[in-house]
T-cell receptor, first 112, second 117 residues
Framework: ELKVEQNPLFLSMQEGKNYTIYCNYS?????LYWYRQDPGKSLESLFV?????AVKQEGRLMASLDTKARLSTLHITAAVHDLSATYFC????????????FGTGTRLKVLA | EAEVAQSPRYKITEKSQAVAFWCDPI?????LYWYRQILGQGPELLVQ????????DSQLPKDRFSAERLKGVDSTLKIQPAELGDSAMYLC???????????????FGPGTRLTVL
């Protein structure tokens, strides 16, 4: 079964702290995407990771991919309130035609 | 900056009525997706088009849902009859083809929030 799981599902953190969101997936893929969704809004693309060991950074967010462990991480450095949102990873599985599956989402709340 | 357009943004209907949503993808994007997102969950793919052809509609409840993309550009998703459990956000996304037959970053429209009473 093609599955994408994220943890934690909910994360409340203080401004200035660091934390990591994990995205695990069930079978082989080397294509992983991170999206952000603000409440009531649509999804916005953050990162595209297309190979083992890929690392991308934008501001206080850094994403990495370990295809052997079937794991991606989204690391938050010195969190600020504006980062409060729900973060989704999505994996493109080579299953016949490719199958794009979203994770469960991590709802992040950064407290001042 | 090119965007995916969707309409309407909000729709309230009574159960057993018919509803339709429209999506216009980014120009040049051959792949178009319709997702349903229930509050607090991740998007669930309903149907995927490559140009005018359906690539994946395995999760589409075909007894009540239909989707078309007749000229390979804009698309319509219809629900008839609507049920209470259909209340959700309906998202449209488009993308270019990815590497080696896979999929690229998806660009999402603003969504249509459906409430069925």
């Amino acid at each position: 079964e093609l599955k994408v799981e994220q943890n934690p599902l909910f994360l409340s953190m203080q401004e200035g702290k660091n934390y990591t969101i994990y995205c695990n997936y069930s079978t082989t893929s080397d294509r992983l995407y991170w999206y952000r969704q603000d409440p009531g809004k649509s999804l916005e693309s953050l990162f595209v990771l297309l190979s083992n060991g890929a690392v991308k950074q934008e501001g206080r967010l850094m994403a990495s991919l370990d295809t052997k462990a079937r794991l991606s991480t989204l690391h938050i450095t010195a969190a600020v309130h504006d980062l409060s949102a729900t973060y989704f990873c999505a994996v493109d599985f080579p299953s016949g035609t490719y199958k794009y599956i979203f994770g469960t989402g991590t709802r992040l709340k950064v407290l001042a | 900056e090119a965007e995916v357009a969707q309409s309407p943004r909000y729709k309230i209907t009574e159960k057993s009525q018919a509803v339709a949503f429209w999506c216009d993808p980014i120009s040049g994007h051959a792949t178009l997706y319709w997702y349903r997102q229930i509050l607090g969950q991740g998007p669930e793919l309903l149907v995927q088009f490559q140009d005018e052809s359906v690539v994946d509609d395995s999760q589409l409840p075909k007894d009540r849902f239909s989707a078309e993309r007749l000229k390979g550009v804009d698309s319509t998703l219809k629900i008839q009859p609507a049920e209470l459990g259909d209340s959700a956000m309906y998202l449209c996304a488009s993308s270019l083809p990815g590497l080696a037959g896979g999929q690229d970053t998806q660009y999402f429209g603003p969504g249509t929030r459906l409430t069925v009473l």
